[in-house]
């Protein structure tokens, strides 16, 4: 697919960094699966690795994280 945000380069399977916040705490997952584009390196990430990742990132905060770092295991 063409990106959305450059409209130059093309998105390729990777990986990448999401960063998320709810309320004070910040929920850093590494190793996302995502199509990023080749040119800008904006990521698209599927509904159903989103719907994993908003569930995680609010069980931190209802866990009382201010920060937490996560590998992305499916």
């Known amino acids: 697919m063409t ?11 990777g990986h990448a960094t ?4 709810r309320g004070q705490c910040t929920v850093i997952f ?12 904006e990521y ?3 509904e159903r690795v989103t719907e994993e990742l ?3 990132a609010d069980a ?6 201010e920060i937490e770092i996560l590998a992305y295991a499916a």
């Open 30 to 41: 590494k190793g996302v699966p995502a199509d990023v584009c080749e040119n800008c390196c």
């Open 60 to 65: 931190a905060a209802r866990n009382g994280a």
């Open 54 to 56: 908003l569930r995680r």
């Open 3 to 13: 990106c959305l945000i450059c409209k130059q380069g093309e998105t390729k399977p």
């Open 44 to 46: 698209y990430v599927s």
């Open 18 to 21: 999401v960063t998320m916040q």
